[in-house]
């Protein structure tokens, strides 16, 4: 199984708009960073965690030619923004969305011209499918666990396939989920800057929470330009580690 980590940033992504700091003027490639979202692969299934705004760019850089699920950790535009731009994949099938049924509401008002009964032939054809933290579900040759999490107060998804852990905009998580963390070797979690934030976890909280879990290697995702430079904070956290950036390929 391949993830391939197709954005990285925050809701706003990086560099942020009429901002200077040195992250934002960067010349690294490493410090640009697209909206959170990734590609997981095997040899006959392709499906994507999160659809958002920037999904157009990040389809094309990474070459997508096939597509077969989108699975949603949660509603926020950051997330669900780029769903429209399904529509190159949903020229001959329909395309399952996965995600729960608070989210799946979302996406009907929020996109109500694809759900309609007169609706166009060229929006996406999207069939929505709903799913539950702690109940496995397949897509092809994956079988994935959804994860219940916490965004400050929101319930949202984390998820579980193979031994990848997925997780972004998670603030906390119950013990009772933790369990399901066990033999964790690929750890993807966010941590969106350096000081203290209502509804995310920091640098500092993901590094004690990668370390509780002890997977082989852990990668930071949904960071701000807040969250320093990629050298930089690179250099200073735990073996195994590190800030993802976009493109980043890693075998599980």
């Not at 949603?72 to 923004?81: F, M, Q």
């Not at 729960?100 to 309609?116: A, G, K, L, T, W």
């Not at 930089?232 to 993802?244: E, L, Y």
């Amino acid at each position: 199984m391949r993830l391939t980590f197709l954005g990285t940033g925050t809701s706003i992504g990086v560099p942020e708009m009429r901002c200077h700091c040195q992250t934002c003027q960067s010349t690294d490639p490493h410090d640009k960073r697209l909206r959170t979202s990734a590609l997981i692969e095997t040899d006959t299934t392709k499906i994507i965690i999160d659809c958002g705004p920037d999904f157009r760019q990040q389809a094309l850089r990474a070459g997508i030619e096939q597509l077969d699920a989108v699975i949603v950790t949660h509603e926020h535009y950051d997330h669900i923004g780029g769903l429209d731009d399904l529509r190159p994949y949903c020229t001959t099938t329909t395309i399952p969305i996965y995600a729960e049924r608070n989210v799946m509401d979302h996406i009907v008002q929020s996109m109500p011209y694809c759900f309609c009964k007169d609706r166009s032939p060229r929006v996406p054809a999207m069939e929505l499918r709903e799913v539950w933290p702690g109940k496995k579900f397949t897509i092809g040759d994956l079988e994935i666990m959804p994860l219940r999490v916490m965004h400050g107060n929101l319930p949202i998804l984390g998820y579980r396939i193979g031994g990848l852990t997925y997780i972004t905009d998670m603030k906390s998580m119950d013990e009772e989920t933790f369990k399901l963390l066990e033999g964790t070797e690929t750890l993807v979690v966010n941590a969106l800057h350096t000081k203290e934030h209502p509804t995310h976890q920091n640098v500092r909280q993901a590094v004690l929470f990668a370390e509780r879990v002890g997977a082989k290697e852990t990668y930071f995702i949904h960071m701000s330009h807040r969250a320093g430079l990629h050298a930089v904070m690179n250099a200073k956290f735990p073996a195994g580690v590190a800030f993802a950036y976009d493109g980043l390929q890693v075998e599980i």
